[in-house]
């Protein structure tokens, strides 16, 4: 009997992970090699995203998104390319921010596949560019009708001066998601802590399920066991291959007090990458021109390629066995 009920949480926790993910999911994938790609276009429709001072994130995430799937294409023939969108609208043509979401990791799973990525660009601080602040310069004096004890009385006191000053939005720099597993675990010492910033317009208003249920934790030792190492290895290759062409790299990340719907609901490994801050002026022209993205595209790509080689030749090690 006992051990009936030990088994129920992680018999819960597989039944949760798959009705999660849609009725159509595919199993845990095997030893094979990577034969299907979904690539995230962040945002669209009516759902732009972050703004910066000439251009909005829905429409660089698709044109990034569109790039790295031909490059893919070029290079690996035998890989199919899932897009989940392809025009500047709601995901599957879906009405709301909430079925939008849905549609995205729905069609991953009912795609079969292997490997989910997901572009987004980053915003922080009040306004795209910056913004103006004040601070206190000098001191005048003035005189002041004060009541004192029932009597008004003329007082002198000192009066700030203030001036306007220029305050650049200086956050930068790329960052790449993995799905929220709980910060307990031994195998997310690599994940660096998220106190700002961060994907703040694109999280899903969906709230996680609760750490401490015993199918959830079923449910997330599932996801470690399968998807986790996968999911953090990627994204730390991709961060790598922006470091090694010269990006600031805020790390690899996650998010535990509000879950990122894409890579909660995807069954398979997915990484989110925040490919630049389009609230920073000179990130913006970077992340809006041919050459960024060329070098986007490419280091994504290259991080992808890396991935591919060392789990297929995992694989291919383990079969020869």
């Not at 009705?19 to 034969?35: A, D, L, N």
């Not at 009516?46 to 909005?56: K, M």
């Not at 960024?292 to 789990?311: A, C, H, P, T, W």
């Amino acid at each position: 009997m006992k051990k009936t009920l030990w088994l129920l949480p992680v018999l819960i926790g597989s039944v949760l992970l798959f009705s999660f993910t849609g009725s159509h999911s595919k199993p845990v994938p095997g030893r094979r090699p990577i034969q299907t790609l979904i690539i995230d276009p962040g945002h669209g429709g009516q759902y732009p995203g972050a703004r910066g001072t000439f251009s909005r994130e829905c429409d660089v995430t698709l044109s990034v998104a569109l790039k790295l799937g031909a490059a893919i294409q070029k290079e690996f023939p035998n890989i199919k390319v899932v897009f989940t969108r392809t025009t500047d609208a709601n995901a599957g043509f879906r009405s709301n921010l909430n079925d939008d979401l849905h549609y995205r990791a729905n069609i991953a799973n009912e795609s079969g596949g292997d490997l989910f990525i997901s572009i987004h660009c980053n915003s922080a601080g009040r306004a795209p560019g910056g913004w103006y602040g004040k601070k206190v310069v000098g001191y005048t004096t003035a005189t002041k009708k004060v009541k004192v004890k029932k009597k008004w009385v003329t007082r002198t006191v000192r009066v700030p001066r203030y001036e306007n000053y220029w305050i650049e939005n200086v956050a930068r720099g790329t960052e790449t998601y993995v799905w929220a597993v709980g910060k307990n675990e031994s195998k997310t010492s690599a994940i660096n802590d998220n106190a700002d910033y961060g994907e703040v317009d694109s999280l899903s208003t969906v709230s996680l399920p609760d750490p401490n249920d015993p199918a959830e934790k079923a449910r997330m030792l599932i996801y470690t066991q399968n998807y986790f190492r996968k999911s953090l290895t990627l994204a730390d290759f991709i961060e790598k291959e922006f470091i090694s062409t010269g990006r600031v790299s805020r790390g690899v990340k996650q998010r535990n007090d509000k879950g990122i719907w894409v890579l909660q609901a995807t069954g398979m490994p997915s990484v989110l990458v925040e490919i630049g801050f389009i609230s920073n002026k000179s990130e913006e022209q970077y992340i809006n021109s041919d050459e960024g993205q060329e070098q986007i595209v490419d280091d994504i790509l290259s991080g992808f390629r890396n991935y591919k080689q060392k789990f297929e030749a995992k694989a291919a090690s383990q079969l020869d066995q």
